[in-house]
């Protein structure tokens, strides 16, 4: 219990402050955030098949013309430490190394969000660091794009989808599975950089597009997490600006 209250400690002196309604990024399981996408995801561990999917999303506060990509940070915390088995992915040697994927598929049954990128955008997961914020933690790095020829003239008070994370169910029950599946997790859709062509031009937004808990999700009811902001499912820390090639440059 004191490592745990400790880890929170030094991860609350890095928090930031919560973003004012408007302006910021929405995270949901399902749908987009005012497409009434669920907060909270509930699984009884108890099958190897099936994918669950959350959809991110982004407001502006006004309107941003030529916008060619989406630089996108993304932190979890297990309320268990160190961080369960089951979220170990990407990484060479990791226990679901193939169970976490991006893509860019828009559900056309949308009706409050628009697809920014118009069916344009290709990209995906650059980096998964495990114990990034401290042993309970994970980090995604992302950068999505469309082509030179398709640069993007964005609305500000619209929100747009941007991505869609899939989270596969592969070895949570039964012979070889992956220790961790029922334990509370926390993911926080830190940051989205929208890029442009003018460096000076590009948008960084973190923090609640809805002013609450918008860019948030719980896994299992999130119980007991501590997570960049304080205790229980918060708000995380905006990230350094980094370039759109320091970015590119996790792909090789």
């Given at each position: 219990?004191?490592?745990?209250?400790?880890?929170?400690?030094?991860?609350?002196?890095?928090?930031?402050?919560?973003?004012?309604?408007?302006?910021?990024?929405?995270?949901?399981?399902?749908?987009?955030?005012?497409?009434?996408?669920?907060?909270?995801?509930?699984?009884?561990?108890?099958?190897?098949?099936?994918?669950?999917?959350?959809?991110?999303?982004?407001?502006?506060?006004?309107?941003?013309?030529?916008?060619?990509?989406?630089?996108?940070?993304?932190?979890?915390?297990?309320?268990?430490?160190?961080?369960?088995?089951?979220?170990?992915?990407?990484?060479?040697?990791?226990?679901?190394?193939?169970?976490?994927?991006?893509?860019?598929?828009?559900?056309?049954?949308?009706?409050?969000?628009?697809?920014?990128?118009?069916?344009?955008?290709a990209g995906g997961i650059g980096?998964?660091?495990?114990?990034?914020?401290?042993?309970?933690?994970?980090?995604?790095?992302?950068?999505?794009?469309?082509?030179?020829?398709?640069?993007?003239?964005?609305?500000?008070?619209?929100?747009?989808?941007?991505?869609?994370?899939?989270?596969?169910?592969?070895?949570?029950?039964?012979?070889?599975?992956?220790?961790?599946?029922?334990?509370?997790?926390?993911?926080?859709?830190?940051?989205?950089?929208?890029?442009?062509?003018?460096?000076?031009?590009?948008?960084?937004?973190?923090?609640?597009?809805?002013?609450?808990?918008?860019?948030?999700?719980?896994?299992?009811?999130?119980?007991?997490?501590?997570?960049?902001?304080?205790?229980?499912?918060?708000?995380?820390?905006?990230?350094?600006?980094?370039?759109?090639?320091?970015?590119?440059?996790?792909?090789?």
């Amino acid at each position: 219990m004191k490592k745990v209250t400790l880890l929170c400690g030094i991860l609350l002196a890095l928090s930031a402050t919560v973003a004012a309604a408007g302006p910021g990024v929405g995270l949901r399981w399902t749908a987009c955030l005012s497409d009434g996408g669920a907060i909270n995801r509930t699984f009884a561990c108890n099958s190897n098949s099936g994918t669950n999917l959350l959809v991110g999303t982004f407001e502006m506060g006004a309107d941003l013309p030529q916008v060619s990509g989406n630089e996108v940070v993304i932190d979890l915390a297990s309320a268990s430490n160190p961080l369960p088995m089951w979220w170990a992915f990407k990484n060479t040697g990791t226990c679901r190394a193939t169970s976490l994927a991006m893509n860019f598929t828009y559900n056309a049954a949308a009706v409050n969000c628009a697809d920014w990128a118009q069916a344009q955008s290709a990209g995906g997961i650059g980096a998964y660091n495990i114990g990034a914020r401290g042993p309970n933690t994970a980090r995604i790095v992302a950068a999505i794009a469309v082509p030179s020829t398709a640069l993007m003239d964005l609305l500000g008070a619209q929100e747009y989808f941007s991505f869609n994370l899939t989270i596969n169910n592969l070895k949570s029950v039964g012979t070889g599975s992956c220790a961790g599946c029922a334990d509370p997790v926390c993911i926080v859709f830190n940051s989205i950089n929208l890029t442009t062509p003018i460096l000076a031009n590009n948008v960084k937004l973190s923090g609640p597009s809805n002013g609450t808990d918008g860019n948030y999700c719980t896994w299992q009811g999130g119980g007991g997490v501590s997570t960049p902001g304080g205790s229980g499912c918060p708000q995380a820390t905006p990230t350094r600006n980094a370039t759109w090639g320091q970015v590119k440059s996790l792909y090789h």
